[in-house]
């Protein structure tokens, strides 16, 4: 166990619908980041949030939107979802000790695998 | 803008056989650091080694250690003792305000 929790672990909706992705940091962490990994790719960026404000943004899509809450937990909201949305999502947390300096490596969560049908 | 590159899409090694992993990246920052994370069919993102980019000296854990050359933007993964259980995807990373990932290498290890 990593420390991070990602709820829930596997999900499956049609095209159109709307979904929201849960995480919850390690204790002590106050950045969380959110990646995207389809089939068979690397990790894409979406966003990181440090202790509640957006710190960075990725290539993330206008339909994506995500926040993190006073308890520091976030929530990745995914709307008018495309089959092609279909993919892996982590979220990583971190030990700032300045904030956008992950410097002592991210601790991943075990990620949601969103299928889109 | 950073970037992280991995050439290698596919390796292979024996086992007990050592193995290197390329990784070159492009930043403008002074200050950076890089990582190393394995990622098995289970899918989990562990991480691996970092290095400080201030540091000169080369990072090690147990059997896994970096080659680390900050003037051509070079770090490579060298895992030694190979075991099966080091068969996974191999991506390397680089943090400057966030963490960036290379496309991965597929490593296989064989009996």
């Known amino acids: 166990d990593s420390g991070v929790t990602q709820t829930p672990k596997h999900l499956i909706t049609a095209t159109g619908q709307r979904v929201t992705l849960r995480c919850s940091p390690r204790?002590?962490?106050?950045?969380v980041y959110w990646y995207q990994q389809s089939l068979d790719q690397g990790l894409q960026f979406l966003i990181q949030y440090y202790n509640g404000e957006e710190r960075a943004k990725g290539n993330i899509l206008e339909r994506f939107s995500a926040q993190q809450f006073p308890d520091l937990h976030s929530e990745l909201n995914l709307s008018s979802l495309e089959l092609g949305d279909s993919a892996l999502y982590f979220c990583?947390?971190?030990?700032?000790?300045?904030?956008?300096?992950?410097?002592?490596?991210?601790?991943f969560g075990s990620g949601t695998r969103l299928t889109v049908v | 803008a950073q970037t992280v590159t991995q050439s290698q899409p596919e390796m292979s090694v024996q086992e007990a056989e050592t193995v290197t992993l390329s990784c070159t990246y492009d930043t403008s920052e002074s200050d950076y650091y890089l990582f190393w994370y394995k990622q098995p069919p289970s899918r989990q993102m562990i991480l691996v080694i970092r290095q400080e980019a201030y540091k000169q000296q080369n990072a090690t854990e147990n059997r896994f250690s970096v080659n680390f050359q900050k003037a051509a933007k070079s770090f490579s993964l060298k895992i030694s003792d190979s075991q099966l259980g080091d068969a996974a995807m191999y991506f390397c990373?680089?943090?400057?305000?966030?963490?960036?990932f290379g496309t991965g290498t597929r490593l296989q290890v064989f009996p």
């Open positions: 990373a680089s943090n400057t305000d966030k963490l960036i």
């Open positions: 204790s002590g962490d106050l950045s």
């Open positions: 990583a947390s971190s030990v700032d000790p300045r904030p956008g300096q992950g410097n002592y490596g991210y601790t």
